[in-house]
């Protein structure tokens, strides 16, 4: 077992990591060239990780010093280890946060009802319950309810990227030269929909998805219809 382990939510087969957050984390990692566990757990544990402190995933244990919030992890590890930098140039912890800012408010809240239907049912039946009315209280509406809208949302989704899409027309990483804790951030959002769909949102001459796959095979994710990890 590695010294280094990421606490993550994970479908009942105990191999689809699907949370967004924990992904730039997995690929802040890769890009540290650091080793790791992948440690799942339902969402009743969460809040019993080391002794409780927690109340959402990521959470990162590096040999028994703890850090929580995907950019907060970011943050630690680029001060903790060297190697490939999370932000290379003068900018680029502004530019992270922006792409953060934007997946959260403008792709996230579409991908939540796109995939909502998927995730409930690659849950164990405790996460099901659980993330049954955490969205209830939410939408004030039931699973079934807001998956009747994923197909418009779907339709809708690939517009919103139109920013991220003029960005990746002029240069291949959204960090510019290479990737950094930018590409990260949007990665992990898009990976949530493909974790839980197995399928894109986008057809594959969109320079958003030529980007994508640029990262599935720079950071050697492990991508298969059946079987979607990190390793």
Request: hydrophobic share 40%; glycine share 6%; aromatic share 10%.
């Amino acid at each position: 077992m590695a010294g280094m382990a990421v606490y993550s939510l994970c479908a009942a087969d105990g191999l689809r990591h699907y949370s967004p957050h924990v992904w730039k984390v997995i690929l802040a990692l890769k890009h540290k060239g650091l080793d790791f566990d992948l440690r799942p757990v339902s969402f009743a544990d969460i809040r019993q990780i080391a002794g409780g402190g927690f109340s959402s995933v990521p959470v990162l244990d590096d040999h028994g010093r703890l850090e929580g919030d995907s950019f907060g992890i970011a943050l630690y590890l680029e001060q903790a280890y060297s190697g490939n930098s999370l932000f290379p140039h003068d900018g680029q912890n502004a530019l992270a946060r922006m792409v953060e800012y934007f997946c959260d408010t403008v792709l996230n809240p579409s991908l939540s009802v796109i995939v909502v239907r998927q995730m409930h049912d690659m849950m164990p039946p405790a996460d099901q319950k659980h993330f049954r009315a955490v969205r209830r209280k939410r939408f004030d509406a039931e699973i079934e309810e807001i998956a009747e809208c994923s197909t418009g949302e779907a339709k809708r989704f690939p517009k919103k990227l139109d920013p991220i899409r003029k960005i990746l027309r002029d240069q291949k990483w959204m960090a510019g030269n290479a990737p950094a804790f930018a590409d990260h951030i949007l990665f992990g959002s898009l990976q949530w929909h493909r974790i839980c769909t197995g399928a894109s949102l986008l057809p594959i001459e969109d320079p958003v998805e030529q980007w994508f796959q640029r990262c599935i095979k720079y950071y050697g994710i492990a991508l298969t219809v059946d079987r979607i990890d990190a390793s």
